[in-house]
């Protein structure tokens, strides 16, 4: 079992930034990928960003070129770094981490809000 704590989620003007936080509850050098998720009210939980463990990013059209996301192996923690924010950014903001193979895994944190609102 993994436990995936988020943090760093709140209210932000458009064009502010954040910068969201997960620590896993165990090693990440060696996990397949972790990821952001976003979920807005009334729609369908959305990929935001994906790290591999060889470090090869991926982001949503949506985010690219504002939302930068990174690992600490050290600290066994992933960041998402958000800037240039808009009202569409809005949601709860989930992270995710995949372990396999040969067996395959997947975790969720609980959950974070950001807002962006003047």
């Known amino acids: 079992q993994v436990q995936l704590v988020e943090s760093g989620g709140g209210l932000v003007q458009p064009g502010g930034s954040l910068r969201l936080s997960c620590a896993a509850s165990r090693n990440i050098a060696n996990i397949n990928s972790m990821g952001w998720y976003r979920q807005a009210p009334g729609k369908q939980r959305e990929l935001v960003a994906r790290i591999t463990r060889g470090s090869t990013t991926s982001y949503a059209d949506s985010v690219k070129g504002r939302f930068t996301i990174s690992r600490d192996n050290a600290k066994n923690t992933v960041y998402l770094q958000m800037n240039s924010l808009n009202p569409e950014d809005t949601a709860v903001y989930y992270c995710?981490?995949?372990?396999?193979?040969?067996?395959?895994?997947?975790?969720w944190g609980q959950g974070t809000q950001v807002t962006v609102s003047s």
């Open positions: 995710n981490l995949v372990q396999g193979p040969p067996s395959w895994q997947a975790y």
